[in-house]
């Protein structure tokens, strides 16, 4: 079964980047540092299922200003395709409420990202945001 998700780098006004820590008992990327995101229901649009996922991760409302980066698959553990997004954009501000699927998170330049245990794919995309 394929499966979409749409990730999304949030810039704030220091030019620093947000990266949430999943738990370490997640199947998938557990213990790693990553971009808020997740799951595009049905008949959701895509932008529409990020400012969703962010709100419910972090509790940041993203502006509606909104660049591509990448897109993206990989085959889950269970043999199952995702397809994914990456999208940069903007928050209205940088108070983050995290949710109980994140052990923490953390706003950082793009040199500091290389400090933490991350996807190494997101490298790629970072690079594309802070060229």
């Excluded at 595009?40 to 909104?66: H, M, P, Q, S, Y």
């Excluded at 940069?88 to 923490?104: E, G, H, I, T, Y």
């Amino acid at each position: 079964m394929e499966q979409v998700i749409v990730t999304g780098i949030i810039k704030n006004n220091d030019n620093k980047f947000l990266i949430v820590k999943r738990k370490e008992n997640e199947d998938i990327h557990g213990g790693l540092w990553v971009f808020p995101g997740g799951k595009v229901e049905e008949n959701e649009d895509i932008f529409t299922a990020l400012k969703r996922e962010i709100k419910e991760e972090v509790g940041l409302d993203i502006l509606d200003e909104r660049k591509q980066i990448s897109d993206y698959e990989y085959e889950r553990p269970d043999g199952n395709i995702t397809f994914g997004s990456c999208f940069l954009v903007r928050v209205v501000n940088d108070k983050v409420s995290l949710s109980k699927d994140f052990d923490d998170y953390k706003w950082i330049t793009k040199e500091e990202f290389r400090n933490y245990k991350h996807i190494k794919e997101l490298d790629e995309e970072i690079e594309r945001v802070f060229k």
